[in-house]
């Protein structure tokens, strides 16, 4: 990186941060809010399911799309028109998917959103790689981890605003926003083509996406991710209906204006670990003891609810969750980093890392329908989400490349 780059850091960390914020605004204000309620609408009884089934098969897409999208803008030696494209088609598939009525049509529209938000997002996440020096890292994932909390702040405030009107509405406002920060980043972010790479066949593509999981210290990190997020997201997915069935609420608080304020105070506590955590592992020179103590934290969250169904119950795991995922999400991306396979396929590994933030998405809803409806109900979800989350934090520990 030569000097001029360098002092080009700090306008491309902020713009990046807006890019994930935009990014989570819609993951979580459709995936938290608008998308539960509205399939409740659909069908109450079997709403558990439904939400299951719609989630479940709709991450398919985005497991798929998402290193096949980080490779084609590695072969084409640009990130500007995926990030740009994926915005844009991502405003076309939230409407649709705000105009439908049928839990079929809804799963197709969701299918489409999270399509279109994976090319989005194996872009922009192998700008990273891509621009920021090594000892930067950690700065820069803290700037992108910032995306998660803020986003998941405006965005479930977005959606709970029409929560009780017009949920088309939402996902209109939401589709918009995205498509203007994707319109903004590569308006701002100027980038230089890389020369182009011949295409490979497909079966050759798909042998270089599984060879990436055939290092040793990027395997591990995968399966800590996966695990993480599959325990976390389990309990995500399905806080409104948490709130609905299990936690009792004082009077005149809805499940909805619970949601709206649960998810800001977890997010507030994600962005200050964000930030402490991506710097303080920087200083230490250490990413491991960061990632395990997270994981532990996080279970332990997880079971406060089961011991205490109340409203102050949650608070406190909406606390404790936030702050060990935000020191969490932080730090491992810092550490994936230093552990790519290949510095020339970096957005192809990236895609790669990210179906372990993807893959949990198809397994996390199916699984919580299940333990929900046949295991026990919300209590046995929250256990079953302790015990994985326990199990990413021994995950870290065969990592040899990486202190």
Same mark, same amino acid.
């Given at each position: 990186?030569?000097?001029?780059?360098?002092?080009?850091?700090?306008?491309?960390?902020?713009?990046?941060?807006?890019?994930?914020?935009?990014?989570?605004?819609?993951?979580?204000? !459709?995936?938290?809010?608008?998308?539960? @309620?509205?399939?409740?609408?659909?069908?109450?009884?079997?709403?558990?399911?439904?939400?299951?089934?719609?989630s479940g098969v709709s991450a398919v897409f985005a497991t798929l799309f998402n290193p096949l999208a980080g490779l084609l803008s590695d072969r084409s030696g640009r990130r500007n028109p995926w990030i740009l494209g994926g915005g844009i088609a991502a405003l076309g598939a939230l409407a649709l998917l705000g105009a439908v009525?049928? @839990?079929?049509?809804?799963?197709?529209?969701?299918?489409?959103?999270?399509?279109?938000?994976?090319?989005?997002?194996?872009? $922009?996440?192998?700008?990273? +790689?891509?621009?920021?020096?090594?000892?930067?890292?950690g700065l820069a994932s803290a700037m992108v981890g910032i995306g998660t909390p803020v986003g998941t702040i405006?965005?479930?405030?977005?959606? *709970?605003?029409? @929560?009780?009107?017009? !949920?088309?509405?939402?996902?209109?406002?939401?589709?918009?926003? $995205?498509?203007?920060?994707?319109?903004?980043?590569?308006?701002?972010?100027?980038?230089?083509?890389?020369?182009?790479?011949?295409?490979? *066949?497909?079966?050759?593509q798909l042998t270089a996406l599984v060879s990436a999981l055939r290092t040793h210290d990027f395997r591990w990190a995968f399966i800590g991710r996966f695990l993480l997020v599959l325990g976390y997201l389990s309990i995500v997915l399905y806080q409104l209906y948490i709130l609905q069935d299990h936690v009792d609420l004082p009077d005149g608080l809805s499940p909805a204006g619970a949601l709206a304020i649960l998810s800001p105070v977890s997010a507030v506590c994600t962005l200050a *670990?964000?930030? !402490?955590g991506g710097v303080l592992s920087d200083r230490v020179g250490r990413r491991k003891p960061f990632i395990a103590v997270s994981c532990v934290f996080t279970a332990i969250g997880m079971m406060i609810p089961v011991?205490?169904?109340?409203?102050?119950?949650?608070?406190?795991f909406g606390v404790v969750t936030g702050l060990s995922f935000g020191c969490f999400m932080a730090v491992d991306t810092a550490l994936v980093t230093?552990?790519? +396979?290949?510095?020339?396929?970096?957005?192809?590994?990236?895609? !790669?890392?990210?179906?372990?933030?993807?893959?949990?998405?198809?397994i996390a809803p199916f699984m919580a329908s299940v333990v929900v409806g046949s295991l026990g109900g919300y209590p046995a979800l929250f256990i079953t989400g302790a015990v994985i989350t326990v199990l990413g934090a021994l995950s870290v520990l065969p990592i040899r490349g990486v202190r």
């Open positions: 990186m030569t000097p001029q780059q360098a002092g080009r850091l700090g306008p491309l960390l902020c713009l990046l941060a807006v890019g994930n914020t935009a990014m989570f605004m819609i993951y979580m204000g !459709v995936g938290q809010v608008l998308l539960p @309620v509205q399939i409740e609408a659909l069908d109450p009884a079997n709403k558990v399911a439904n939400l299951g089934l719609v009525r049928s @839990v079929l049509f809804v799963t197709i529209g969701w299918c489409l959103v999270q399509a279109t938000m994976n090319v989005y997002q194996a872009a $922009i996440t192998a700008v990273v +790689p891509d621009r920021v020096p090594m000892k930067r890292r405006i965005g479930v405030t977005i959606a *709970s605003a029409f @929560v009780s009107e017009d !949920v088309r509405t939402g996902y209109l406002v939401l589709g918009a926003l $995205i498509a203007l920060t994707a319109v903004l980043f590569t308006t701002l972010v100027r980038e230089t083509k890389q020369p182009v790479v011949q295409p490979e *066949s497909v079966g050759r *670990s964000t930030v !402490v011991l205490s169904p109340t409203w102050t119950g949650m608070l406190v230093l552990v790519l +396979p290949s510095a020339d396929d970096a957005a192809r590994d990236m895609g !790669v890392l990210n179906v372990a933030n993807a893959g949990p998405q198809i």
